[in-house]
């Protein structure tokens, strides 16, 4: 019911623009997520954009650098990574939510992950 894309490969330095299309159910009521798992790593929050686009959440980590939103007629969600770093070489999921937390367990719906390698 999630689909994430666009992740793939790029140079530190470089962007790239994340896209989770929802089908099948629409979660325009829903608080959407991206979460990100590096190899070995527990899932870490990312970011979170609240059901009208107006209020997001964005971790430390990629605070300055990446960018959430929402098109709520298209089903989808986005995340824009700029000044992307080897660290940030993980998969990325994007999950639902019903209430605004930073928890992989709270979030119900979740996408198959899209793969983001960040070369030095």
């Known amino acids: 019911q999630l689909q994430a894309s666009g992740g793939g490969l790029v140079q530190a330095g470089g962007s790239l623009r994340l896209s989770c299309a929802a089908s099948?159910?629409?979660?325009?009521?829903?608080?959407m997520g991206w979460f990100r798992q590096a190899p070995g790593k527990e899932r870490e929050f990312v970011a979170a954009?609240?059901?009208?686009?107006?209020?997001?959440s964005i971790a430390n980590s990629v605070k300055g650098r990446f960018t959430i939103s929402r098109n709520n007629a298209k089903n989808t969600v986005f995340l824009q990574m700029n000044s992307l770093k080897p660290e940030d070489t993980a998969v990325y999921y994007c999950?639902?939510?019903?209430?605004?937390?930073?928890?992989?367990?709270?979030?119900?719906?979740w996408g198959q992950g899209t793969k983001v390698t960040v070369s030095s």
């Open positions: 999950a639902a939510s019903t209430i605004d937390s930073p928890f992989p367990r709270e979030y119900d719906y």
């Open positions: 099948g159910r629409t979660f325009s009521r829903n608080r």
């Open positions: 954009i609240d059901w009208s686009g107006s209020s997001t």
